[in-house]
């Protein structure tokens, strides 16, 4: 039996005991007692106090917006007064209070003008309530006892014309409006200055146009994911003190946030001193890791422009690691009933953690995976192997980005060209015709870690080979 809550019990009470105050023996032996038809029927009952409670419902609901809209109302009314006064004749009234008689004017008595009031005061509480389509119908609809009345009048002329009235309520009509614009105008401002601190005031002013496009429910989508973090934070950490710490990240973060919002990114949080970001939502964006890319490579050129300023302050030298990818994640409102959040969650998002991570291990200022490479195709790429990170079993290819502004025909493609043929190599297991073009690589260029790591690798390899299933990637067991 499916249990009562307290108003189904209260509703079911009279019927209850009604039913045990008349049972018979015939009832007592199963064969049930003909109803009383003097007796309310149950359904009867159980119908007017549902009535009752929409009833009380619907008014709470009045009361709420009563006072969720009372300054509106209160100015709509303060105009209405004015109205009022000005036909009925208050302010003579007033006047010959003062000059010591009192005369009531004779036109508070006459029919248009109680009509007016009650109309009057009728639309000055509900039009700041409905929208702009229903208030004007009211409106169309309360000028029509005015039109009638005035033309279906004989005798004299009335003492409040019918022109008077039907201006009156028009007044309240565009009272209204004006005032309803300037309110949803203040709070699409604050909208766009709370939205502001999350999303690009751009990105918050185009959802503020058209809310229709911007949805905070769980979608799945393709996106490009970034993580930024500072390189060697613990130690970082240990050579300053708290304030001067909270100090450093503030003035890292803020030139660094400047440009992801300026790319359309959406900063997702900032963990530490790490900063995770996405595009592609909540409004679409075709050119997410286009976006994405260059966001990075403006970062890295702000960093480099803050270590002056480090320097002076006695702060130590930092260096950020950018991971991008991109992929299908999903998207939205994530939380609990405490606290929700508009974040990314998913494998692509995972994966763009572990190529941050990596670029320590690469020594490359900005590391992004196959997806991002195919969907930025304006910007050169170096590979720089195929990597299986800790927590996934498919293999990934790792690139790092080159300027943009690259001349194709310039040296370093030459040096690209050559790395990849290198790469080949050593993904063929010619250990030997790999190594040769790696060093000659190193020599040109001894300030790159990566030939050095690769000729180890291969050195490695040379006296312990690899299994046959081995495809020439890297396996990263940790984080």
């Known amino acids: 039996m499916r249990p009562r809550g307290p108003l189904t019990r209260l509703l079911a009470f009279p019927l209850t005991a009604r039913h045990t105050s008349i049972a018979s023996p015939d009832q007592h032996s199963g064969t049930p007692a003909p109803e009383d038809p003097a007796d309310p029927t149950p359904r009867a009952s159980l119908s007017s106090a549902v009535d009752s409670l929409q009833l009380a419902t619907l008014g709470d609901r009045i009361a709420k917006a009563l006072r969720r809209q009372w300054l509106q ?23 010959d209070i003062a000059d010591g008689a009192l005369t009531a004017p004779s036109i508070v008595r006459t029919k ?40 279906t009048s004989t005798g004299s002329r009335a003492l409040l014309p019918m022109e008077y009235s039907l201006l009156t309520i028009l007044m309240l009509f565009v009272v209204n409006v004006l005032i309803s614009y300037f309110t949803e105008t203040s709070r699409k401002q604050q909208l766009i200055t709370a939205f502001g601190q999350y999303v690009p ?68 949080k900032y963990m530490g001193d790490a900063i995770m970001a996405f595009w592609g939502a909540p409004l679409p964006d075709p050119h997410h890791a286009s976006n994405a890319v260059a966001a990075a490579f403006e970062m890295q050129e702000a960093v480099k422009e803050l270590m002056p300023g480090f320097q002076e302050r006695g702060w130590p030298s930092i260096n950020v690691g950018i ?47 196959e997806a991002t490479r195919r969907a930025c195709s304006i910007v050169t790429y170096r590979e720089l192997g195929l990597v299986q990170v800790k927590g996934k079993n498919e293999l990934a290819r790792i690139y790092e980005p080159s300027s943009p502004e ?12 050559r790395h990849n043929e290198a790469l080949h190599h050593y993904y063929d297991r010619e250990w030997d015709a790999a190594a040769e073009i790696f060093r000659k690589l190193k020599d040109e260029q001894p300030d790159d870690p990566l030939y050095d790591y690769y000729l180890k690798r291969i050195d490695d390899f040379k006296d312990d080979p690899p299994p046959p299933e081995w495809q020439g990637e890297i396996r990263f067991t940790v984080k």
């Open 323 to 369: 991971g991008i990818n991109t992929g299908v994640v999903s998207v939205g409102n994530m939380g609990s009933e405490y606290r929700v959040a508009y974040t990314v969650i998913g494998d692509a998002v995972n994966l763009a953690s572990r190529l941050q991570e990596l670029t320590r291990i690469y020594s490359a200022r900005i590391i992004v995976g």
């Open 112 to 151: 248009e003008f109680v009509a007016l009031l009650v109309i009057g005061i009728a639309l000055s509480l509900l039009l700041p309530l409905l929208s702009p389509i229903r208030a004007s119908l009211l409106t169309f609809v309360a000028m029509l006892p005015i039109l009638f009345m005035g033309y």
């Open 201 to 268: 005031a751009e990105l918050a002013k185009r959802i503020s146009q058209d809310p229709e496009q911007f949805s905070l429910e769980g979608d799945s989508r393709e996106l490009s994911i970034m993580f930024c973090d500072v390189h060697n934070f613990s130690a970082i950490s240990e050579q300053l003190e708290p304030k001067e710490l909270a100090d450093l990240l503030n003035t890292l973060f803020t030139p660094l946030t400047r440009i992801l919002y300026r790319h359309h990114g959406i900063i997702d």
């Open 406 to 417: 690259m001349d194709p025909h310039s040296t370093l493609v030459t040096k690209l060209h």
């Open 73 to 95: 109302v209160a100015l709509v009314l303060t105009v209405f007064a004015l109205f009022v006064f000005n036909a009925s004749g208050v302010f003579e009234v007033v006047f």
